[in-house]
């Protein structure tokens, strides 16, 4: 991936389903995002009386992590948090799933969009795990280093 190439990123990213979202001031916690590059950023679906909105209410700096071998992506990105008031943005970024955790739908009162706008992100975009077992198996009969994908810092 080259400097500055961050459709690659925003393409891997989109096929990672969840992470684990930091919040200043908050725990670590598993959520599922939607990503949107065309907004440059995730989406997360939250109750109104979490701490995620809670810290998206006062624009908190938040981390999010993601990992997956099948994406080809390691990322640790940062950025803000904000709620976002749009039906239009609702109605694109709900799924059946979101219907699980709001009994009410995408009318529930405690439905909170919040937006998650990178600011940064350190990336590992490897070549996938058969292309990394080999390049494992190469350098062990070359005594050399393992080609492993390509490690990146994106300022957004």
């Known amino acids: 991936m080259?400097?500055?190439?961050?459709?690659i990123f925003w393409k891997r990213l989109s096929e990672i389903r969840a992470g684990m979202l930091i919040p200043d001031g908050a725990d670590p916690r598993p959520m599922a995002h939607a990503v949107r590059s065309e907004d440059n950023a995730l989406w997360f679906l939250t109750d109104k009386a979490s701490d995620v909105a809670q810290a998206a209410n006062r624009r908190a700096n938040a981390r999010h992590v993601v990992s997956s071998p099948d994406a080809k992506l390691y990322a640790t990105i940062d950025g803000q948090l904000s709620v976002e008031t749009s039906r239009d943005k609702l109605d694109d970024i709900w799924t059946p799933m979101a219907t699980a955790w709001f009994e009410g739908g995408r009318d529930d009162d405690r439905v909170c969009l919040v937006a998650f706008r990178p600011t940064r992100a350190e990336i590992w975009a490897t070549k996938g795990t058969t292309q990394s077992l080999y390049q494992f198996a190469m350098?062990?009969?070359?005594?050399?280093?393992?080609?492993?994908?390509?490690?990146?810092?994106?300022?957004?």
């Open 2 to 7: 080259n400097s500055g190439n961050k459709a």
């Open 139 to 156: 350098a062990h009969l070359t005594a050399g280093s393992p080609d492993l994908g390509e490690h990146e810092i994106l300022e957004f």
